[in-house]
């Protein structure tokens, strides 16, 4: 069973729009949220985390929210830039790291 | 100067053959993992070490098997290859276990069992 769903497996943003990639759960224990950025034939990247205290992290163009009620969360980029173009994971905490199965964003310049 | 580092990078190898994939980890974390990923691009954890000590051991077959020298090496023997064992294999480590710290990637080792 999967705990940590994210339901689109790729997006398209021209360049310089807003990126939204989503992510929902299951377990309502999670405390801990974080996204993961990963281009072909490397290792998953840490980018951002949300501890479950908040719903809103910023960090430069990335931003997550969590809506805890909804299990949900999101991961903001803007402006997306063609560099963003990866494949991007969520993943929650509990006895382990529970993964996504990922979205592949493209930016087209 | 890499903190997460896994070699070899791609192995490719017979049905019945045993081999190992080591990682090496200079972040002075504490807690080391070993990830799978499938064909569908689903990561999931197979081991957890923390401290040399084994903490979560999925359902993975008997052929797999951790093994820990120290709190920086976490290798992964398998034995007995099978052609489904064909997947890319992530070490990771995180500096406390699974908390509100994150976890650290090798590049991962694509594995082709032929």
């Known amino acids: 069973d999967q705990q940590v769903k994210q339901n689109s497996p790729s997006l398209s943003v021209q360049e310089g729009r807003i990126s939204i990639l989503n992510c929902d759960y299951t377990?309502?224990?999670?405390?801990?949220f974080l996204w993961y950025k990963k281009y072909p034939a490397e290792g998953p990247t840490f980018l951002i985390s949300?501890?479950?205290?908040?719903d809103k992290n910023e960090d430069g163009r990335f931003t997550v929210f969590l809506n805890k009620s909804a299990k949900h969360l999101s991961l903001h980029i803007v402006p997306s830039q063609p560099g963003d173009s990866a494949v991007y994971f969520c993943?929650?905490?509990?006895?382990?790291?529970?993964f996504g199965t990922g979205t592949s964003l493209t930016v087209i310049p | 100067d890499t903190a997460v580092s896994q070699t070899p990078k791609y192995l490719v190898t017979q049905m019945g053959n045993d081999k190992s994939i080591k990682c090496e980890q200079n972040l002075g974390h504490d807690t080391m993992y070993w990830y799978k990923q499938d064909s569908k691009k689903f990561l999931k954890i197979m081991f957890s070490y923390n401290n040399k000590e084994l903490i979560i051991n999925e359902t993975v077959p008997n052929r797999f098997s951790p093994k820990s020298p120290d709190k920086a090496h976490l290798n992964l023997h398998i034995n007995s290859l099978e052609l489904g064992d064909s997947a890319v294999y992530f070490c990771a480590s995180s500096p406390v276990g699974v908390g509100v710290a994150e976890a650290f990637f090798g590049q991962g080792t694509r594995l082709t069992v032929v």
């Open positions: 377990n309502s224990m999670f405390d801990y």
């Open positions: 993943a929650a905490s509990g006895n382990q790291f529970y």
């Open positions: 949300i501890s479950s205290i908040k």
